[in-house]
Every structure is written in C-alpha cells, then in structure tokens.
C-alpha cells in the first residue's frame, strides 16, 4: 500500500513538470497558432540558468527561481518579435523548421560552453530531508514542487477564467478574427502570451535542477512526452493539458513500478495512450474541433 | 455615414465585388439583398475591415478608414453581428456581452441589456454556445448594442427564426433606428427587410445590380423572389 501511494506522488511529481510545460504549450498555441518545438530548450535553459548563477555567482535557488522565468520570459517576447510572428502567415513547416531550429542552436550553444556532462544542483537547504506521512516518507522538494505547481495551475487558471485579461486571451484564442472585429487588438496580446508561456517552461527547469541531471539535451528528452501529453489533452487545452500532464505522470509512474519486467510496455505506454486517445477523440480529451473564424 | 467607393474585393483569383459604390445616411437603415454568392457577407466583411483582398474606398463618418485595421474601425463604432452569430463557446453569455469596449455615445448598460432579453438573463453564465440558435442570435444583436455601436452590419439575422423572433428583431432594429443608429443589413427575407429599411440595393454578381426603396420592392415582390431563388 504505502509502495503504491509512493509511486503514485512520484508520478503526480513527474506529472507536475508535464503540466507546467504542457500549459505553457497550450496558451502558446492557442493564441498563436504556434507549436513551439523549442519548449524543451527553454526548459533547459531554466535549469542551466539556475546553475550557472549558482555555480558562478552564489544565486541561490530562491532567487534563481524568480529570475529564470522572467529573463527567458523576455528572451520568448524578443525572439517573438524578432523571428516567430512571421510564422503565421506561412505554411506549418516554417513553424516546425524555425522551432526546432532554435531548439539545435539553444542546446549547442550550452553544449559549446558546458559540455555535455551533467552538472550537479544541491537541493535548497530550506527543502532538504523528507515529509513523514505516516504511511511512507517522501522527500521535502518533491512535497514542495507538486504544491508549488499545483498552486501556480489554479492561480493560471483563475486568471484565464475569471478576469478581463484571460477573457480577452480566450476570446482571441478561440476566434482571432471575430475578435478583432469586437475592437480588440488581438496581435498586441501575442507577445506577452508567447513570453508567458516561455517564462512557465523556464521555470519548470529551475524546478527540474534539483532533482533532475542538468545537461544541454535534459529538455530533448524531456519534451517528445510533453507533446504527446498536448495531444492526448487537446492542442490549446488549458484544462486538457494540465489534467493530461498529471495523468501521463501518473501511468509512467505506475508502469515503471509494475510493468518493470516489460520495459518495452512501460516506455511506450505514453504513446499508446495518445494513439487510443487519437483514434476516439481525434481533438483530445478536452480539446475541441477548430471553429470557422 | 458610411461611403463605399468603387469597391472591388477578391478570394484569389476570383472577383466576388467589382466597383461597388453606396451610401448609407446617418440613421437610415438600408438593406442588401441578392442571391447566394452575390458577394453581400464579403462586402460587409470588407467594411468591417476583415477581407484582406480588396481595392477601393470605405468611408465612416468624414473618415476614411480604408486602411485601418477591423479593431480600429470597431472602436470608431461599427458593430458587426456575422451571420454565423459569432458566440464564444469559452465565454459565458455575460462575457459575450461585455467582450467589446464601450465606443459610442449610448451605449447600452448590462441591466438594459437583460431587461430585454430576459432569455439570455436567465442563462448568463451559460457557455454562450449551448444557447438556442434564435437566444444566439439575440446575443449578437445583443452585444452591438451594448458596444453603443452607431453602424450595425448585420449579416442575415432573422436566418433560422421562428416567425416571433423576427418579429423582435425588427422591433430592436426599428428601436436602434429611432435612437439614431445606423443599419447596413444582409437579407433575404423581403417582408421583413420592408418592414424596418428605408432603401434597399440589389446585389448581383458582386454589383450592384438596382437601388428600390420599399413601395418598388414590395411591387416587384414575386418577381425579385423568383430572382432570388426563395
């Protein structure tokens, strides 16, 4: 019992880094009509980030946790500007091209520096040593992240359904044009979108440095199951993606612990959910079929 | 009020307006009818500023907003209500209703809003898509309204509804009128485009093909239904 409650906060704890990536694929998407590829690298940079401000000038974690996001944060709005708002008057190819063109020049760029070798974070003192739950301990840091994260999804989605700004952000998500024609300028949200978005994936990688290897390719890895969780929840899901995110954790989890003598159906249990998925609901779980502009 | 000069509009290669030219007073109501394909939704997307291919002039006011984007051209007054009805599945009735800046001089309060359409009152926190077709409608009209919108483009709003709800159309359309509104209005219903418009222009085949004002409409009814193919 307590072996499986174990494995299941473990996979709500994996779950939690799937969600916050996911969520910021979704608002991405959903106001541009982007799939940003680079997700994972900014992913990376977070944890990079947090260990190079560690390492070579004594940040600490705490503070790393509020720059990351904000400096990659504003990186996405400039690389918006700069090179992805051309992305949408061109066919989708550009979108993959451009994405993960960024995606190689990220991750060399560290590797060129840092090498390829994982570099070690010490957990923040604050959270070291483990909660007691009567049935079975489980590590401060990983207690903190689920509530952080479970925090952060509620007070995102709080924002997106109960203000001005979010009604603003689901109208144009749902039909730019109409939008448009309502006296909103939808193209001056596309900016802060794209860069909220990005700032939610840096942050998960100074979450990740903890207690994860940080290394140039962490985010490669990482993010072939992050775009499987967006399918299975529904491209521009806010709900679906959070809800898919926690879910993949959770059977990953439970299919390394219980299906470990069949590693070919653990690893590839993701998939086969988001092709089941596919097949039934070809939008996602919760994602609806594009409406006409 | 509004001017169209020599507007011509295109999807790719195909011409759907060639050098449409009309005026619409201030307050005046004035209807476009034709058959299908005739080019009436694309010219009123173009006057909402919505069809990227398109040559001419469109004038608001003493303003020529030509080359002003569609939120741009919202915020001077024009209030669009498309002929899909245009309802938000991810907003609520309410947010539906308060998505659009105020714009014009009288715009209406929510309160107002609900005193009239006490159907969309009872389900304001609804998913405005799960309202009926006719509720969906009313949201539309609603919502121009509530902007204080001085031009209404109105994309076939009686389309689908029962015979009461087109009544009640026309009500507010003839209510917005008195208040000094103005109306450029989509239609294929002739009875009820008599009923509330001042003149109406004959599209075909992205002309304007004949300017009638009611009695020659009326007079030519069986004729111009034929025509349209009703």
């Known amino acids: 019992m307590s072996g499986f409650l174990q494995n299941t906060f473990n996979g709500l704890v994996g779950g939690a880094f799937y969600a916050l990536l996911a969520l910021g694929l979704a608002v991405i998407f959903g106001m541009l009509r982007v799939v940003n590829f680079a997700h994972g690298a900014f992913y990376m940079l977070g944890a990079f980030g947090a260990y190079v401000l560690l390492a070579e000038a004594g940040v600490p974690f705490w503070a790393a946790l509020v720059i990351m996001p904000l400096a990659l944060g504003l990186l996405g709005m400039v690389l918006e500007r700069a090179v992805i708002h051309r992305l949408t008057r061109l066919d989708p190819l550009y979108n993959f091209l451009l994405t993960f063109g960024l995606t190689l020049i990220l991750q060399d760029l560290v590797k060129s520096r840092y090498g390829v070798q994982s570099s070690p974070y010490a957990t923040p003192a604050e959270l070291s040593g483990t909660v007691d739950f009567g049935l079975f301990d489980f590590p401060t840091y990983r207690v903190f992240i689920l509530g952080f994260t479970v925090l952060l999804c509620v007070a995102v989605w709080w924002v997106l359904g109960r203000t001005r700004v979010g009604m603003v952000v689901r109208a144009a998500t749902e039909r730019p044009e109409l939008t448009r024609a309502f006296g909103i300028d939808v193209g001056r949200w596309v900016t802060p979108v794209f860069g909220f978005g990005i700032a939610l994936a840096g942050l998960a990688g100074v979450l990740a440095a903890p207690m994860r290897a940080v290394n140039p390719l962490m985010g490669a890895d990482l993010i072939i199951v992050v775009f499987a969780v967006v399918v299975i929840g529904g491209l521009g899901s806010i709900f679906g993606s959070v809800a898919a995110g926690f879910g993949i954790g959770l059977i990953q989890a439970w299919g390394e612990a219980y299906l470990s003598d069949f590693p070919i159906v653990s690893q590839t249990v993701v998939f086969v959910v988001m092709a089941a998925v596919l097949l039934w609901r070809p939008a996602g779980l919760f994602g609806r079929e594009e409406a006409p502009a | 009020m509004l001017r169209i000069e020599n507007l011509s509009a295109w999807y790719g290669e195909a011409q759907v307006l060639r050098e449409v030219s009309l005026e619409v007073a201030t307050g005046e109501v004035v209807t476009l009818v034709g058959r299908n394909g005739a080019g009436k939704s694309t010219l009123l997307r173009s006057v909402m500023g ?132 103005t109306v450029l209005l989509v239609e294929q219903n002739l009875h009820f485009a008599t009923g509330v418009a001042d003149r109406h222009y004959l599209l075909a085949e992205g002309r304007i093909a004949e300017a009638m004002d009611n009695s020659e409409v009326r007079s030519r009814e069986r004729e111009l239904l034929a025509y349209l193919g009703i």
């Open chain 2, 50 to 181: 919505l069809h990227p291919g398109q040559r001419g002039t469109v004038s608001f006011g003493d303003r020529d907003v030509t080359k002003l984007p569609a939120h741009k051209r919202a915020r001077l007054g024009l209030g669009w209500v498309p002929d899909d009805r245009g309802a938000y599945a991810t907003l609520t009735v309410t947010e539906n209703l308060t998505l659009p800046p105020r714009v014009g001089p009288d715009p209406w309060p929510l309160e107002r809003v609900y005193e009239a359409f006490p159907a969309l009152y009872t389900r304001r926190d609804s998913a405005a898509t799960m309202l009926s077709g006719g509720e969906q409608q009313m949201l539309a009209l609603a919502r121009v309204l509530r902007m204080g919108a001085r031009l209404l483009l109105c994309d076939e709003p009686t389309e689908g509804l029962s015979p009461l709800l087109v009544q009640q159309v026309g009500d507010l359309l003839r209510e917005a009128k008195k208040h000094g509104v």
